[in-house]
């Protein structure tokens, strides 16, 4: 176990009849760095991530975010506690503009019932709201959108708000299903170019499902392998691609 592991499982199994779809896997996701799982369609990585962000429950197996233990609690908890999740179909409040997507994911007391007709209770939170949605949006080169309805915003661009969104709400890790799904090229090195950079600058910590190893590989810190609901491999991009688990279960070839 890593010392400065963010997110540690421990023999996490997951069996929908008798197929066992997650077979007792073992992770350590270091803080602050951007980690990739990969392995063929089939493999069992969504599932993985459905068990962790609580959308599935473990049948058996452990895990632990953040020093606590959140096997099989609730996504709502979960996502309060700093791991948060995105799709991988970006599903924002298409008629909201982009700020207000974002300022949607933050918290304020004007949501109680008792505090909302009392405007000192919320006006300052939602002032530093703004400030902070700003500077997010910044973050992600896409403050000059920030008055544009959601549902004109390009694919790429979702995935960026996807993000954007999560760190609104306070992630501390985010999970991410194929953030480079159905973005040309440059895009996509975009959207792990920031992913970098928020990792760097701000700490977070990124788990990522992707299936484009030609644009991932090239940003990425640490890569599992998975085949067949088994982590089969851990390291290095290259030490990973150069398994012969690998080349054998995923590769193909």
């Known amino acids: 176990m890593e010392s400065n592991s963010i997110l540690i499982l421990r023999e996490v199994r997951k069996r929908f009849g008798g197929f066992t779809v997650v077979d007792g896997v073992d992770m350590d996701i270091i803080k602050g760095k951007l980690t990739m799982l990969i392995g063929p369609n089939g493999s069992g990585k969504t599932t993985l991530i459905n068990i962790i962000s609580g959308f599935y429950k473990a049948d058996e197996g452990y895990i632990n975010f953040n020093g606590k233990d959140i096997t099989n609690m609730p996504p709502n908890y979960i996502a309060k506690l700093g791991l948060v999740r995105t799709f991988q179909i970006p599903s924002p409040f298409l008629k909201l503009s982009v700020l207000e997507n974002l300022l949607v994911a933050s918290s304020n007391p004007g949501e109680e019932f008792f505090k909302a007709p009392i405007r000192k209770f919320w006006i300052n939170k939602e002032q530093d709201d703004v400030e902070k949605a700003f500077k997010i ?18 694919g790429g661009q979702l995935k960026l708000l996807e993000i954007g969104r999560a760190l609104m709400f306070g992630a501390k890790i985010i999970l991410m299903d194929e953030p480079a799904s159905g973005v040309n090229p440059t895009l996509a090195h975009k959207i792990f ?13 990124f788990f990522v499902i992707e299936h484009r190893l030609e644009i991932a590989l090239q940003h990425v810190d640490e890569v599992y392998a998975m085949i067949q ?25």
């Open 137 to 154: 949006l910044e973050l992600l080169e896409m403050d000059h959108l920030y008055d544009k309805p959601s549902y004109t915003l390009s």
């Open 229 to 253: 609901g088994k982590i089969v491999s851990h390291g290095s991009g290259d030490k990973v691609l150069r398994d012969p688990k690998v080349i054998e279960g995923y590769l193909g070839e």
């Open 193 to 205: 170019s920031h992913m970098v950079n928020i990792k760097e600058r701000l700490g977070i910590t």
